[in-house]
């Protein structure tokens, strides 16, 4: 019996050594090549890069993950117990792995054969499993799972492991983390989410898009305040927190991701360019950089709404162009127009369909959302029809514009007797055009709109758009004229004129704006205020073309500009961005200019990496104020025009709006001064000017370089954009005067004739002169046929057209002449 005895135990002992040794064999051949989790330690996750505006705003993001990485200390306590009661209450008393919870899992997959297998998996398991191993469902995996875990729970404290797991769990919709989710779901920070918030987002691990509340509100309901539940049961909140909380309802904002600020989709989608260029995709998509911009939220929202006003006004010129699309109303157009997308970009404005008419003249609409609404006469009396680019015939009735069936853009009615359920026709223009603003000081872009809305065209026409400036070129032409020895009353004949363009070509002959009409001599101020192409072309091709050219590369117009004749009147392409910039060295006193979008980049530990001010302040650094001098920076633009030159320019544009085609701008009552421009057959149309402190820049046109229409100039289609821009941007601003450097003489002369007046004389203007060239000091061209007489040397940062290197200071000499071009 003994030996029998002995037999047995001998077995047994033999069965469970073999056992125990084949355990182990097995759980060194499954985890011999385990990842290192010491790599753990240096994890920087992916992280979404941040735009700001200059102000602080949250303006874009971009990633490929949305992911904000908050360290534990910055968790609120009712986001970690949520996650805590939700996936791993014994998180802080078990080894990496739950022993107990793993003996549950058991037995409860052996009693329901028929269910999922449940996991029990710990949070460390969780963090192994996200960071070190993949997804897959195998025993294998499982088993170097729960060694890692047991190794990591050996590494690291538990609050180093809930950070990572807090900051790396997959929560829906692309959010990666609770910060993310937080922003995401709710539109909040973590520390402002309420209890319910916090249990919602701890429902999500197991399956977020199954508690997804915009697909399946009740079940992310019974989820959340399950996790409420375990939330009391674990001791965290009392019954009454549970029983409030219940009672909170789930709504959740969803706030975008991209531009998060509305209508700055073009602003944020040049900044990714931006940064893609000089950091490349990663460090865009998961470095997690903080980027302050130069947007000025207020002035976007100015320049977005001017803009698309402007491009309406022109819209409604030129009359209705139909329906977006016909539904056929026998059959099930409900869902038809409910799978109709929304692609005006505005988010005002709403997809109908008409569905018939009311005995009060009123088109009776439907909306893709469900409800109903009238369109009144007065809502599209504008809508007539458009007939070769011209009005038809008023609008009588609804009928004349809409028919059952069709499919329209619609906008709820506002203001001063306007009812409610009524609503205006609206139509997305086939025009286009793009603003803006740069402080000239700076190089700032505070402001920018590539078009009528981002969700209707993705074309940034401010910065990507290559068109003919027109006559927003000739301030350059009139520039290089005084650098050449003229002034504002120099007389210039405004007469045909005629050159050749070289063998076997025509001659070459300008006409103005008014064809046929000639002033004879005119001052180069009167010219500019009328905007006269004749003069213009004169006056370049007497000073030459080179001096021309070399004043636009200088300011930056083009880098290289072809020297023929008729690019004095703007017919070389150029963008927005470059010719409003170049505009701003007038009224910045001739400094170069570079334009920026953005002022600053900090790395994912806030180091500053990128500074685009590169000046050093020594001063700005001390602790405290001892009635010390307020620190300056000193001034490191270069020179690339002559300051007294770039303020003849500024009062002579001024002119341009208190006398000249800009007139319409003058009701803004502040001083301002800048240039219409329309290119050849009206396919362009412009206004760029600026205020002492802000330079804006406005250009409408079709892309397809169709003719915007006879009589669609400057003056008509972009000046009021610039206008009423201008009118809201400066409403709190004094009407500070435009600074006059030193070394100019100012006299009294007739604003028309430039003749020499008292001071005080109606009509009568002060003129700016450089010394020695005001009326009464005998000054006539022909005295300066000294090359060295009155030059001024400005500096370049680009080979100019000579050939000369860059950095290389240019003296532009006057030329000599009689005194007036004939």
Same mark, same amino acid.
């Given at each position: 019996?003994?030996?029998?005895?002995?037999?047995?135990?001998?077995?047994?002992? %033999?069965? !469970? $050594?073999?056992? +125990?040794? !084949? %355990?182990?064999?097995?759980?060194?051949?499954?985890?011999?090549? $385990? @990842?290192?989790?010491?790599?753990?330690?240096?994890?920087?996750? /992916?992280?979404? !890069?941040?735009?700001?505006?200059?102000?602080?705003?949250?303006? =874009?993001?971009?990633?490929?993950?949305?992911?904000?990485?908050?360290?534990?200390?910055?968790?609120?306590?009712?986001?970690?117990?949520?996650?805590?009661?939700?996936?791993?209450?014994?998180?802080?008393?078990?080894?990496?792995?739950?022993? $107990?919870?793993?003996?549950? +899992?058991?037995?409860? *997959?052996? $009693?329901?054969?028929?269910?999922?297998?449940?996991?029990?998996?710990?949070?460390?398991?969780?963090?192994?499993?996200?960071?070190?191993?993949?997804?897959?469902?195998?025993f294998s995996r499982k088993i170097r799972e729960m060694v890692l875990a047991m190794r990591i729970d050996s590494t690291f404290s538990k609050d180093k492991i809930l950070e990572l797991y807090l900051n790396e769990i997959f929560l829906g919709e692309n959010s990666y983390g609770v910060a993310a989710a937080a922003t995401v779901y709710f539109g909040k920070s973590l520390n402002e989410l309420t209890l319910a918030q916090a249990a919602f987002i701890a429902a999500l691990p197991k399956a977020p898009s199954n508690y997804n509340p915009r697909r399946n509100l009740d079940a992310a309901v019974a989820r959340r305040n399950y996790v409420l539940g375990q939330m009391r049961?674990?001791?965290?909140?009392?019954?009454? *927190?549970?029983?409030? +909380?219940?009672?909170e309802q789930l709504i959740g904002s969803n706030r975008p991701f991209g531009a998060v600020v509305?209508?700055?989709d073009y602003f944020v989608e040049e900044v990714r360019r931006v940064l893609f260029t000089q950091y490349g995709e990663k460090a865009l998509y998961d470095g997690g950089l903080q980027v302050r911009s130069t947007l000025d939220t207020r002035l976007q929202d100015i320049a977005v709404r001017n803009l698309r006003r402007g491009l309406i006004a022109y819209d409604h010129r030129h009359g209705w162009r139909g329906a977006v699309k016909k539904l056929y109303m026998n059959g099930d157009w409900a869902a038809e127009l409910k799978a109709t997308p929304n692609r005006s970009g505005v988010s005002s404005w709403r997809v109908a369909v008409v569905t018939g008419y009311t005995p009060k003249n009123e088109a009776e609409i439907a909306l893709r959302e469900g409800d109903k609404g009238l369109l009144p006469l007065s809502g599209l009396a504008w809508a007539r029809p458009s007939i070769n680019n011209r009005l038809g015939p008023e609008v009588k009735r609804p009928a004349d514009v809409v028919k059952p069936g069709d499919v329209v853009y619609v906008e709820a009615l506002a203001g001063e007797g306007a009812q409610a359920g009524t609503f205006g026709l609206r139509q997305v223009p086939a025009v286009n055009g793009a603003i803006v603003a740069i402080d000239p000081f700076t190089g700032h872009i505070v402001a920018l709109s590539g078009g009528f809305s981002y969700?209707?065209?993705?074309? *940034?026409?401010?910065?990507? %758009?290559?068109?003919?400036?027109?006559?927003?070129?000739?301030?350059?032409?009139? +520039?290089?004229?005084?650098?050449? =020895?003229?002034? @504002?009353?120099?007389?210039?004949?405004?007469? @045909?004129?005629a050159v050749e363009q070289g063998p076997f070509l025509p001659l070459w002959s300008p006409e103005n704006y008014e064809a046929g009409e000639y002033l004879g001599l005119t001052t180069l101020r009167r010219g500019m205020e009328l905007s006269r192409n004749v003069m213009t072309a004169r006056l370049a091709h007497t000073i030459g073309m080179d001096a021309v050219a070399e004043t636009a590369e200088r300011m930056g117009v083009y880098e290289k500009m072809p020297r023929f004749l008729s690019n004095s009147l703007g017919s070389e392409v150029t963008s927005l961005l470059k010719i409003t910039a170049a505009y701003a060295e007038f009224v910045n006193g001739g400094r170069k200019l570079e334009p920026t979008l953005i002022d600053r980049v900090q790395d994912r530990f806030g180091k500053t990496i990128y500074r685009f001010d590169k000046?050093?302040?020594?001063?700005?650094?001390?602790?405290?104020?001892?009635?010390?001098?307020?620190?300056?920076?000193?001034?490191?633009? @270069?020179?690339?025009?002559? /300051?007294?030159? %770039?303020?003849?320019?500024v009062s002579i544009m001024e002119g341009v709006v208190q006398r000249g085609t800009g007139v319409t701008i003058r009701s803004v009552g502040k001083p301002l001064a800048g240039k219409t421009g329309t290119s050849s057959d009206y396919r362009d149309a412009w206004f760029i000017g600026f205020s002492p402190d802000l330079a804006v820049g406005v250009y409408i046109g079709y892309d397809d370089f169709r003719s915007l229409g006879t009589g669609e100039a400057g003056a008509l289609a972009a000046a009021p954009i610039f206008r009423e821009f201008m009118r809201e941007a400066l409403a709190d601003k004094p009407a500070t005067p435009f600074r006059i450097p030193q070394g100019l003489v100012m006299a009294a002369v007739d604003s028309r004739s430039g003749v020499s007046v008292p001071e005080g004389t109606p009509g009568s203007i002060l003129e700016s002169f450089k010394p020695g060239t005001e009326p009464g000091s005998g000054f006539a061209l022909s005295d300066l046929d000294d090359p060295g007489?009155?030059?001024?040397?400005?500096q370049t940062g680009g080979a100019t057209a000579s050939g000369a290197a860059p950095g290389t200071p240019i003296t532009t000499t006057v030329g000599s002449g009689t005194g007036g071009l004939y």
């Open positions: 019996m003994k030996t029998v005895r002995n037999v047995v135990l001998g077995g047994i002992a %033999a069965v !469970t $050594l073999t056992g +125990a040794l !084949t %355990a182990a064999a097995v759980v060194y051949w499954v985890t011999r090549d $385990l @990842p290192s989790y010491e790599t753990l330690a240096h994890y920087e996750p /992916p992280i979404t !890069t941040r735009v700001y505006g200059g102000s602080g705003t949250l303006i =874009g993001e971009y990633a490929r993950e949305r992911r904000l990485f908050v360290p534990i200390e910055a968790v609120p306590d009712q986001v970690k117990q949520a996650f805590l009661s939700a996936e791993d209450k014994n998180f802080y008393n078990h080894p990496g792995i739950d022993v $107990l919870g793993i003996l549950r +899992a058991v037995v409860t *997959d052996v $009693l329901n054969p028929d269910q999922r297998a449940q996991g029990a998996s710990t949070i460390t398991q969780q963090v192994a499993r996200n960071f070190l191993l993949s997804s897959e469902r195998t049961e674990n001791g965290y909140i009392t019954a009454e *927190d549970v029983q409030t +909380a219940q009672a509305a209508d700055a969700g209707s065209s993705q074309f *940034d026409r401010a910065m990507q %758009a290559m068109r003919q400036p027109g006559s927003t070129f000739k301030p350059f032409v009139y +520039a290089a004229a005084l650098d050449h =020895g003229y002034t @504002p009353v120099t007389r210039v004949l405004d007469a @045909p004129f000046r050093e302040c020594k001063e700005c650094s001390q602790a405290e104020w001892k009635g010390q001098e307020e620190p300056l920076l000193e001034e490191n633009k @270069p020179q690339v025009v002559d /300051p007294r030159t %770039a303020y003849q320019m007489a009155r030059s001024f040397t400005v």
